[in-house]
């Protein structure tokens, strides 16, 4: 079966620490990869996302992820997390249909 | 780029009524809409995938006849609850993609959804 799989539900961290959210995803999942932002009560605004090429991808706000095939793992991390990263963080994947296979998502809370 | 708007934001309607929601693509062509669902604290639910000018496809478990799809655009798509019931309150986000790039989803703001 097609997933993706967020290993963790809630993540609290202080202000200035480094961050991993963690994501797996199934081998039958076409390997198009995305992490997705959303605040409360808005939509989900795209944070970065693996086609192809360097297994390194950068995103907005400072966030990377990086796309190790041998473990199916797309894991996003922060090397300095503001108050303002505080949200909910999804992890989703591309079916050989298109669709998009969301994570379980991950909530992040960024203490002071 | 990529600007995706819903309308309304907001709504509340009585038990019974149908409401309408929008989902427009704004500065793009979009082929493919999707709509999904989402409850508080829980992921996105794809209920439906239409493409302009086809009938929508509709994921295992969603009643076709409650959610009514229209896409009759290039840059709009409509969900319509009909005979809304409580249980019908979520969020509900639409996404667009376009053509040839269908795993690139551009999502609007969310419409929240309450029937009292």
């Known amino acids: 079966a097609q997933s993706v799989t967020q290993l963790d539900s809630q993540v609290p961290v202080f202000e200035e620490a480094p961050v991993e959210l963690r994501c797996n995803y199934s081998?039958?999942?076409?390997?198009?990869l995305f992490w997705y932002v959303q605040y409360p009560n808005q939509g989900l605004q795209l944070l970065l996302k693996y086609l192809s090429g360097s297994t390194l991808v950068k995103g907005i706000n400072g966030f990377e992820a990086e796309f190790n095939k041998s473990q199916t793992s797309f894991h996003l991390r922060k090397p300095s997390v503001h108050i303002s990263d505080t949200a909910e963080y999804f992890c989703?994947?591309?079916?050989?249909?298109?669709?998009?296979?969301f994570g379980q998502g991950t909530t992040l809370q960024v203490k002071p | 780029g990529a600007v995706v708007s819903q309308h309304p934001s907001r709504v509340i309607c009585k038990s019974g009524t149908s409401v309408k929601i929008e989902c427009r693509s704004l500065?793009?062509?979009?082929?493919?809409m999707f709509w999904y669902r989402q409850f508080p604290k829980q992921s996105l639910m794809l209920m439906a995938t239409?493409?302009?000018?086809?009938?929508?496809?509709?994921e295992q478990g969603v009643e076709k006849d409650k959610f009514l799809i229209n896409h009759a655009s290039l840059t709009l798509s409509t969900l319509t609850v009909t005979s809304a019931h409580p249980e019908d309150s979520s969020f509900y986000i639409c996404?667009?993609?376009?053509?040839?790039?269908?795993?690139?989803?551009?999502f609007g703001p969310g419409t929240r959804l309450t029937v009292t």
């Open positions: 239409s493409n302009e000018g086809s009938k929508a496809t509709y």
């Open positions: 989703a994947g591309s079916s050989n249909t298109g669709k998009l296979i």
């Open positions: 500065d793009f062509q979009a082929t493919t």
């Open positions: 081998s039958s999942v076409s390997v198009y």
């Open positions: 996404s667009a993609s376009r053509e040839g790039l269908f795993y690139e989803q551009y």
